[in-house]
C-alpha cells in the first residue's frame, strides 16, 4: 500500500473527542504504514452550526449554566485550532464530492457514519460513498451506532454498500446489518485508537501514581455516583469530569481540548465513563475504568466490551459497590484479545488497499 494516497471519510469536525483522536490517529496509523493519508476536509454551514450549538448544550436534557458557557467557549476553540493542524484534503461541499481532491482509496468510517438516528449526519450520501472521486471506497470501523440490527436498509443504501471494495465495522450490530443487508460478513476490526495507540499514547504520556481518576460523559445514574463517590474518598482520589459538567465531580475542567483530554486520560488513577471512547482510552491506556451503559450507545460499546473480554466493565442497574470499587482499582487484562484483533485489523488494512 506504500505512496498510494489514501482520504480519510469521517466526521473529523464534531466537537467531540473520540470523533477527533479516531480521525487523528487513523490518519497518522495509514501514514506509519506508508500511506500519504489526508483527511477528506468535507464541509457544511448547517451541520457546523449544528455542532456549534451542541458545543454549548452537551449536557441535554440539562440546561447549560450561563457560567459554563467560557469554558465551553474555550474547549470549542481548542478544538477549532486542533482541527487547523490535521492533515486536511483542500475543502470541499459535503453535498458535492465531486469537488473532492482525487484519492487512489477512500476510507469511510471510524464513527457512526453509517446511523440513521444522527441528529445531523444522518442518511448522507456521502458517507455511503457516493460521488467519491477514488479508485476504490473502503470501510474502517464504520457503525450504524443506534440504528437497531431489527431495523432492514431500503435498497437505495444497499445498494451503495454494494460499491465498496470491502466493508469493515467495529461493533456487532453493524456487523448483523451488513450481514443481513448483503448476505456477505464484513470484517470486525479495531477503533483507530485502538489499532493505532501509539498516537493516543504519546499524547498521553504523563507519570503515574496521580490522585485524580477522570470522569467522561454525562448524566450518570444515581447508584453509581454513589459508588464511585464512596471509592474515590476511600482513597483520598480527586474525582476529575472532562469536557462536561458532573456536578458531583470534585473538579470541572469543561475547556479541555483535545490534547489535554487524552493527557488526563492517561495519567488517570482511573475512568468512571457511559461514552464509548472513555472505553476506548482506558483500554488503549490500560487504566482501571467501569461503564455505565445508555441506550443510544449500547450497541458499539457492549460489543467493544465483548471484543477486548471486559464484559465486567460495563456496569448495570443493581452493581455491587465492592464490585464497582474492584473494577476502579484494577486495570483491564485486555491486550491479549486487543492485539489477536489488531493483527486482523492490519490484515484487512493490507488486503482492503493492496
Given at each position: 500500500m506504500r505512496n498510494i494516497k489514501v482520504g480519510v471519510l469521517t466526521f473529523h469536525r464534531c466537537i467531540n473527542y473520540g470523533s477527533y483522536w479516531q480521525a487523528r490517529a487513523l490518519a497518522e496509523g495509514l501514514k506509519s504504514r506508508g500511506c500519504d493519508a489526508v483527511i477528506l476536509d468535507h464541509q457544511c454551514r448547517r451541520t457546523t452550526r449544528a455542532e456549534w450549538r451542541n458545543a454549548f448544550q452537551p449536557t441535554l436534557p440539562q440546561r447549560t449554566p450561563r457560567g459554563d458557557y467560557v469554558g465551553y467557549a474555550a474547549k470549542t476553540r481548542g478544538f477549532l485550532q486542533a482541527f487547523a493542524a490535521l492533515p486536511l484534503s483542500q475543502p470541499f461541499p459535503m453535498d458535492d464530492p465531486g469537488a473532492m481532491e482525487p484519492c487512489d482509496a477512500v476510507l469511510v468510517g471510524s464513527d457512526e457514519v453509517w446511523n440513521f438516528s444522527h441528529p445531523w449526519y444522518a442518511a448522507q450520501p456521502l458517507f455511503f460513498g457516493e460521488g467519491l472521486r477514488a479508485k476504490r471506497v473502503v470501510a474502517y470501523a464504520a457503525s450504524f451506532g443506534c440504528h437497531d440490527s431489527a431495523t432492514a436498509l431500503d435498497?437505495?443504501?444497499a445498494e451503495r454498500l454494494r460499491r465498496f471494495s470491502a466493508l469493515a465495522v467495529r461493533d456487532d450490530n453493524s456487523r448483523q446489518i451488513v450481514r443481513q443487508t448483503l448476505g456477505a460478513e464484513p470484517a470486525l476490526v479495531l477503533d483507530p485508537c485502538l489499532?493505532?495507540?501509539?498516537?493516543?499514547?504519546?499524547?498521553?504520556?504523563?507519570?503515574?501514581?496521580?490522585?485524580?481518576?477522570?470522569v467522561y460523559g454525562h448524566n450518570f445514574p444515581a447508584a453509581l455516583i454513589t459508588a464511585v463517590r464512596d471509592w474515590a474518598k476511600a482513597r483520598r482520589v480527586r474525582l476529575v469530569s472532562v469536557g462536561y459538567r458532573n456536578d458531583w465531580a470534585d473538579v470541572q475542567r469543561l475547556d479541555a481540548d483535545p490534547e489535554a483530554f487524552a493527557q488526563a486520560m492517561g495519567a488517570a488513577r482511573a475512568v468512571i465513563t457511559n461514552f464509548f471512547h472513555g472505553c476506548v482510552f482506558a483500554l488503549a491506556n490500560a487504566r482501571p475504568f467501569v461503564c455505565s451503559g445508555t441506550a443510544y450507545r449500547w450497541h458499539k460499546i457492549a460489543s467493544l466490551m465483548?471484543?477486548?473480554?471486559?464484559?465486567?466493565?460495563l456496569v448495570i442497574e443493581g452493581a455491587s459497590d465492592p464490585g464497582i470499587h474492584r473494577l476502579l482499582d484494577t486495570p483491564?487484562?485486555?491486550?491479549?484479545?486487543?492485539?489477536?484483533?489488531?493483527?486482523?485489523?492490519?490484515?484487512?488494512?493490507?488486503?482492503a488497499l493492496a
Open positions: 435498497e437505495p443504501w489499532q493505532f495507540p501509539e498516537s493516543v499514547r504519546r499524547a498521553s504520556a504523563l507519570a503515574d501514581g496521580t490522585d485524580e481518576a477522570v465483548d471484543v477486548a473480554q471486559a464484559e465486567d466493565r483491564p487484562a485486555s491486550e491479549p484479545a486487543l492485539g489477536r484483533l489488531r493483527r486482523r485489523s492490519s490484515a484487512y488494512l493490507d488486503h
